[in-house]
């Protein structure tokens, strides 16, 4: 690692400022993506600007039907979480299934999706749950906040301080996840709330997380697995890589889809 300035504000207004002010300055979450990353000197921030401290971007309240999780709310809190395992299981479920138990007591939500790997599993969630990403400046609905590979519509310098879901009627996340790594070779989230159901899909796309409308166009119809029987998405544009390529995947998100649909309606 090259040598830099260590902060630890108490507050997202303290942490926006260091950001502003600081030359060549990042924030750290959990740093379970981005330590590693310093330490192969891919990064080499020269301010880093620790969230740790920052109370109110930690925890986990209902308002009325919204799941609001504060950013710097670690995978395993989500997992541990009454209140998100009465209100959404399958969100539950998801952190809980989150790389390892070192990674599920350090990675937090916000570091995850302000990251956005294109295997990660909350990008999914948030997705196909409707959720509004929140910030130091404004609220951004998860369909804006996607765009393409470790690519978010985060300005430089935006801080995620908190992720609103709305309460779905029914959802569940299916993944096959790298053994190694637990990432997503393919993850699929389904929501159906109200008459409207999504469905997203990462692990699989050259640019992130996406939807899948043809399967969501077949639940609108019937909410069952059996809707999605012989279906597969389309290979083109899927990722080909040393665990899969893009056929296999394809197959997989159909596979998936059906798992998290049985899921969902507690098959
Ligand atoms: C071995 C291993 C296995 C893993 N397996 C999985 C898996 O199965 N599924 C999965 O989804 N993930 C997996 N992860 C990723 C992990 O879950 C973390 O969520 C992820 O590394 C980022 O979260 P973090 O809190 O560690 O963020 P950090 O590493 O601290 O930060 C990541 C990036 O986000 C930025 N950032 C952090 N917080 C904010 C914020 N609040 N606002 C704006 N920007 C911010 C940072 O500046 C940095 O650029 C794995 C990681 C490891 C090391």
């Avoid at 060549?24 to 330590?35: E, H, R, S």
């Avoid at 930690?58 to 039907?65: L, N, Q, T, V, Y």
């Avoid at 801080?159 to 879901?165: E, G, L, P």
């Avoid at 389904?190 to 899909?201: F, L, P, Y």
């Amino acid at each position: 690692m090259y040598a830099f300035t260590y902060h630890r504000p108490d507050t997202v207004r303290q942490a926006a400022g260091l950001v502003a002010r600081k030359e060549d300055a990042k924030v750290l979450a959990g740093g379970q993506t981005l330590l590693p990353t310093m330490k192969q000197r891919l990064a080499s921030p020269g301010n880093l600007v620790d969230l740790g401290s920052v109370a109110e971007m930690k925890g986990i309240e209902r308002k009325g039907r919204t799941i609001v999780i504060g950013a710097m709310t670690t995978h395993a809190d989500v997992a541990g979480s009454p209140l998100v395992q009465e209100a959404i299981p399958g969100l539950a479920a998801l952190a809980g299934n989150i790389g390892d138990p070192h990674v599920r007591n350090r990675g937090t939500i916000g570091g995850s999706i302000a990251n956005n790997d294109p295997a990660a599993d909350y990008p999914a969630a948030c997705l196909a749950m409707g959720a509004t990403i929140i910030t130091n400046k404004r609220k951004i609905a998860a369909d804006a906040f996607f765009q393409g590979m470790f690519d978010t519509a985060l300005d430089e310098g935006e801080i995620v301080t908190r992720v609103a879901f709305p309460i779905p009627g029914k959802a569940a996340y299916a993944k096959f996840p790298n053994p190694a790594s637990r990432y997503a070779l393919v993850g699929v989230c389904v929501a159906k709330r109200g008459s409207e159901v999504r469905v997203a899909v990462t692990g699989a796309g050259a640019s992130g997380v996406f939807r899948w409308p043809e399967a969501e166009a077949a639940l609108s119809k019937r909410f069952s697995s059996k809707s999605l029987e012989g279906m597969a998405a389309k290979a083109a544009g899927l990722n080909t890589d040393i665990h899969a390529d893009a056929e296999y995947r394809a197959h997989l998100i159909g596979v998936m889809a059906r798992r998290a649909v049985d899921a969902a309606v507690g098959k």
